[in-house]
């Protein structure tokens, strides 16, 4: 049997409460009772509103947050707490992108010395170090000229091109995108979105892609999961995900598209405001706000079903 690249299961994350009346050993749950497979090769996206947890999910991956319950698993090896060895290995073979790309390069770098920075600490020498970087800022689109400024000398899109450069210099096998286009203007938007669909079928690796873009989870992604207040609500390739998405906030997602050819449906328009993780609604999470709920919605959480081949829905619904 092939393991997933990646598995994921029952995994939570937790973060103190903080307020006026803070008393010691409260916590939130900003993410609970995930479980989610990446395949080797594929582009698994992640998408749900903001302060869904998306970021948090990624971080706690990498071992930037421990993780509080559940476990992970490697290529088929276990991975039962933070920072133990496997976790160290997936860590090494990963690398991230982030949303800002200016916050995330050193002022204090130039682009070329930002992009050879990972070769650096894993000990590779100058000479060669410097050909990567070359290599990668061509692929990238960076002309020479520009790998000698400095991150505030060049555009958004320009720096988010040495985070993409930086973050293939090691080969990494899984690559983090966390909102890799939301900072950038449209016309770069559509630029840098063609580099990654480029460089994703040149270097082949695993991509676990968060976006807010359907359209571009339509053209580049594999598998998609919709993220809700912490919890994975719906899980589904990407060709079944847009032809019979089955969960109540997926079809409101998707209906919330302008672009053509995403939802034929009406526009579900979801009132109210998400809950906070600090105090979750009873019952499903998105009962008070589901246009479709039960009475049963209020008081019982829904598991998680299989719909159909790799389509898992978490709704009474179903
Ligand atoms: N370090 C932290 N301490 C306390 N709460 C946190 C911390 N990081 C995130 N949170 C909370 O956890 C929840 C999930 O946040 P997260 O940043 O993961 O959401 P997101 O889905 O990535 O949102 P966005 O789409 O806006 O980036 C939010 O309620 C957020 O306020
Ligand atoms: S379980 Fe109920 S409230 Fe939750 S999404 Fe399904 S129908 Fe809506
Ligand atoms: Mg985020």
């Not at 992970?72 to 982030?98: E, T, Y």
Request: charged content about 25%; proline content about 6%.
């Amino acid at each position: 049997m092939t393991h997933p690249f990646l598995s994921i299961r029952d995994f939570g994350v937790r973060f103190p409460v903080r307020s006026e009346s803070f008393r010691r050993g409260r916590y939130f749950y900003a993410v609970r009772h995930i479980s989610l497979d990446v395949r080797k090769k594929e582009t698994f996206c992640l998408v749900g509103e903001s302060g869904s947890g998306k970021t948090t999910l990624v971080w706690a991956i990498l071992g930037l947050h421990p993780f509080a319950e559940g476990e992970m698993a490697f290529c088929g090896r276990s991975i039962k707490r933070s920072n133990d060895p496997v976790h160290q290995a997936l860590i090494s073979n990963a690398q991230m992108v982030f949303q800002d790309p200016v916050a995330a390069v050193s002022p204090f770098l130039t682009l070329g010395q930002s992009i050879e920075e990972p070769l650096r600490a894993r000990g590779v020498g100058k000479k060669e170090r410097a050909a990567i970087a070359q290599r990668l800022a061509a692929e990238t689109g960076l002309s020479h000229e520009l790998l000698g400024r400095r991150p505030c000398e060049v555009s958004d899109g320009q720096n988010q091109r040495v985070c993409i450069a930086r973050a293939l210099s090691t080969k990494p096998a899984i690559l983090f995108l966390d909102e890799p286009l939301t900072a950038l203007d449209a016309i770069v938007q559509r630029e840098v979105a063609e580099l990654l669909y480029r460089m994703k079928k040149d270097y082949n690796a695993t991509f676990f892609l968060v976006t807010h873009d359907l359209g571009f989870v339509k053209r580049c992604g594999t598998t998609v999961a919709v993220m809700y207040l912490g919890r994975i609500v719906e899980r589904a390739a990407k060709e079944t995900f847009f032809s019979n998405p089955c969960h109540p906030f997926s079809q409101a997602l998707l209906s919330s598209v302008l672009k053509p050819g995403i939802w034929k449906g009406e526009r579900i328009v979801l009132k109210g405001e998400s809950p906070s993780p600090q105090n979750p609604p009873s019952g499903c999470v998105f009962h008070t706000r589901c246009p479709r709920r039960l009475p049963v919605c209020e008081k019982t959480a829904p598991e998680e079903r299989l719909v159909g081949a790799e389509h898992a829905v978490c709704c009474h619904l179903f």
